[in-house]
């Protein structure tokens, strides 16, 4: 396995253990105070896929540890600064003069800071006209100074006394932040400071991991956090001054490069030696709050730096400080993974002073002249040709990555995977990932034929192979020694991808043909995945992928995130309309009734258990019999209820009609008072025996009806309502007994 070691510069080297098969690797973690970027993305998935293909296909014992930096002086200025624009907010909650004159003094203060970098910055090109990184630098300076004056007269015009300062705070958030620091950040009591910064790193450790759990980065074995190794960062410290190599100066201690340099057997900025000159990166590496006039040489880094007034402090030999940057790498990762580290990895803009200080410092600790044994460095990541920035607006967070621009996490690791790990990398925010798309489906495609052969072929086949079958065997053997070489030429998963890619060609054509060998293609697929799984790339968790029962994870898991989604819907509409806890209760019922049984499962109230998982088509027969002994109980009262209704109303019915009308049907007889007809309707003659009679029933129904007309004055509509009731009944019945369950 030869790799590009960044000790041995341009050529490959073999990777061989210090110790049998173990490798001791140590990476450097982020300095947690601001959310991480595509840049971060490239450099912790390029060291997960090398990772996994170490010990996964090469079988190597990986021990991995990553460290925190919680201690930095970017946390101290970021925590610090939150915390003053807070309380100023808390004591400025509406515009006033004051306000208003604070802006017009921080903004411009913030202005001219950036114009006086950008004149350095342009001294220094006259000194090297050629360098391109002034170049850049300059122009997001030029940037910043617009965009910065820009937004000052902006706010400046519209901000009025007395509304809320809220939003003319946040536009000058920044400007303010520095300004208010400056003022007051040195009071501010150490013992707060220490919590403010604990707080804040805590947060953006968490959305660190968070990010690296989406991106399917696998967790290192042991984190070491700075905070907790301060005391095996003091012994350090001593050591390397015990053994001559470092100083103490007004409460910290510094790095004595002259001395080191010139000892026999050791070097200074092994990595980068062209870089150990450039001061403006070795003061980034010494952060924004270090002192500056103490040193012997004005390149002696900081082993242990002296707490100032508002700054967090541990105590130490030589009063309170805190460590170093560089420092804290050195000393934790030989607490964890011995005095010789197999392999040391981070980004390209970490060799220098980072890593050059970390090999300086174990090698004057321990006094031997080789700390590290591989140095593996990942490239750096530009946005559409352009150095990621803030102010450029080409900024990408890993959060921003997925939510906004809708990159996957397979997407973003496909995409690293097909560029060499090691060089500058240009990411192409539109067009780069078409490519990947296509490649993603082409593989899922050839996924989903190979599932769908499979599990058509349910006979036995004839299984002697043809020459088709073994010119395609021959492909795969061809394909396993080339991906096999190129994994082992400095990790070339791009040249290894495209011989799948390849390969998976070639079975595609050889999927036309009538005759296909079901083992065969199942083999070339199995390797397919193994080596994708290898690069943390995975197809298993698609559609494509065969479970044990052979229906795909999402085709199982989709009915139920549809039930969820429809609960949650039916409960967002109902709070927005404000319904009552009727509606919630009738949604949880339909919910327990309707929804999850057809998915087996059988949720219960006052049970023992919630719910459980049960045979779906015996519990939907079940809930069936219950439902059809509930209607027909309900009928069983609704027919009790019209029993009582139909008396009533045939009752009423009888009084309803008049005396003539009673006549008229029973005899066919026209009278309208007491005096009865000698013919009826026909013409006949009405005996008097009959007529008797006649008059009889009309008085007695001229009694009834005068009952009813009474009943109708005192309430008019009672036998329209009395008739209704009656059909109402009688409807509801017919209805239910139409929704008994066949
Ligand atoms: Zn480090």
């Known amino acids: 396995m030869m790799v590009l070691n960044s000790l041995k510069k341009d050529e490959l080297v073999e990777l061989v253990p210090n110790e049998g098969n173990v490798l001791r690797w140590y990476t450097c973690g982020p300095t947690v105070y601001d959310s991480s970027h595509l840049g971060h993305a490239r450099n912790y998935v390029t060291f997960d896929f090398i990772r996994r293909i170490i010990s996964d296909y090469f079988g190597y014992e990986v021990f991995y540890c990553m460290n925190i930096t919680d201690i930095d002086d970017k946390i101290i200025l970021r925590s610090r600064r939150n915390y003053l624009i807070s309380e100023y907010i808390k004591k400025n909650p509406i515009v006033t003069e004051t306000l208003i004159s604070d802006l017009n003094t921080a903004w411009p203060k913030f202005i001219n800071g950036l114009k006086e970098d950008l004149e350095k910055n342009l001294e220094e090109q006259k000194k090297k006209p050629n360098k391109q990184e002034l170049k850049a630098e300059a122009d997001l300076l030029t940037t910043r100074i617009k965009q910065s004056e820009d937004a000052f007269s902006a706010q400046m015009k519209i901000i009025k006394l007395g509304e809320n300062s809220s939003a003319p705070v946040a536009t000058a958030e920044q400007c303010l932040g520095s300004y208010l620091d400056k003022l007051y950040g040195k009071d501010l009591d150490s013992e707060l400071v220490k919590k403010l910064c604990d707080q804040h790193s805590k947060k953006f450790e968490k959305e660190f991991f968070d990010d690296m759990k989406a991106l399917g980065i696998q967790p290192p074995d042991v984190l070491v956090r700075v905070s907790e190794y301060v005391p095996e960062v003091i012994e350090m410290v001593q050591q390397i001054i015990e053994n001559g190599y470092g100083y103490e100066s007004e409460g910290s201690v510094y790095f004595d490069i002259h001395k080191f340099h010139h000892t026999p057997g050791h070097a200074y900025a092994k990595l980068k030696p062209s870089s150990a000159g450039n001061l403006k990166k070795f003061a980034e590496g010494e952060g924004a709050l270090a002192a500056t006039e103490d040193r012997i040489s004005k390149f ?127 990411f192409q925010v539109k067009e780069g990932m078409g490519d990947i798309e296509k490649k993603e489906k082409f593989v899922i495609e050839f996924l989903t034929k190979v599932k769908q052969l499979i599990s058509e072929d349910t006979s036995q086949p004839n299984e002697s192979w043809t020459p088709n079958d073994v010119a395609l065997h021959n492909t795969l053997l061809k394909t396993q020694t080339e991906v096999d070489a190129a994994l082992k030429n400095n990790f070339d998963t791009k040249t290894a991808i495209l011989l799948l890619i390849d390969l998976i060609s070639a079975v595609n054509s050889y999927l036309s043909s009538k005759d296909r ?100 088509d015996q519990y939907l027969e079940e809930l069936k019999n219950k439902q059809i002994d509930n209607i027909k109980a309900q009928i069983q009262k609704k027919t009790t209820q019209l029993k009582a209704k139909e008396t009533a109303f045939n009752k009423w019915e009888d009084l309803r009609i008049s005396p003539s009308e009673l006549v008229l049907k029973k005899y066919n007889v026209t009278m309208e008072s007491e005096e009865v007809p000698a013919l009826n309707n026909a013409g006949g003659k009405v005996s008097d025996q009959n007529k008797k009679k006649i008059l009889t029933d009309w008085k007695k129904q001229l009694t009834n009806n005068t009952k009813f007309n009474d009943e109708l004055a005192k309430n008019p509509e009672f036998y329209e309502k009395l008739k209704n009731d009656y059909e109402k009944i009688k409807k509801e019945i017919q209805d239910l007994q139409s929704k008994i369950p066949t």
């Open 300 to 426: 002696d880094f900081a082993l242990w730096k002296k707490s100032k007034p508002g700054e967090p402090s541990w105590p130490s030999p030589w009063g309170p400080g805190r460590p170093g940057w560089h420092i804290e790498c050195s000393a934790m990762a030989s607490v964890i993974l011995g005095k010789v580290l197999d392999v040391h990895c981070g980004g390209v803009d970490l060799k220098f002073p980072h890593h050059d200080n970390e090999l300086a410092q174990a090698e004057a600790c321990y006094g031997h002249d080789q700390w590290v044994n591989y140095f593996l460095h990942s490239g750096h990541l530009d946005i559409d040709g352009l150095k990621m920035s803030k102010s450029m607006k080409n900024f990408i967070t890993i959060r921003e990555a997925f939510q906004k621009l809708k990159y996957t996490p397979r997407q973003l690791r496909f995409y690293f995977l097909l560029h060499t790990w090691c060089k500058r990398m240009n």
């Open 517 to 616: 060998k079901t083992l065969l293609v199942s083999k070339i697929r199995d390797y397919v995945l193994r080596i994708f799984g290898v690069f943390g790339l995975n197809f298993s968790t698609s559609s494509v992928t065969e479970g044990a029962s052979g229906v795909s994870t999402e085709d199982i898991v989709r009915p139920y995130a549809r039930a969820l989604v429809d609960f949650r819907n039916q409960v967002r509409e109902g709070a927005k309309k404000k319904e009552g806890h009727d509606y919630f209760l009738v949604s949880c019922d339909n919910l327990r009734d309707k929804v999850t049984p057809p998915l087996g499962i059988k949720i219960v109230d006052d049970g023992e258990f919630d719910f459980y998982l049960v045979d779906k």
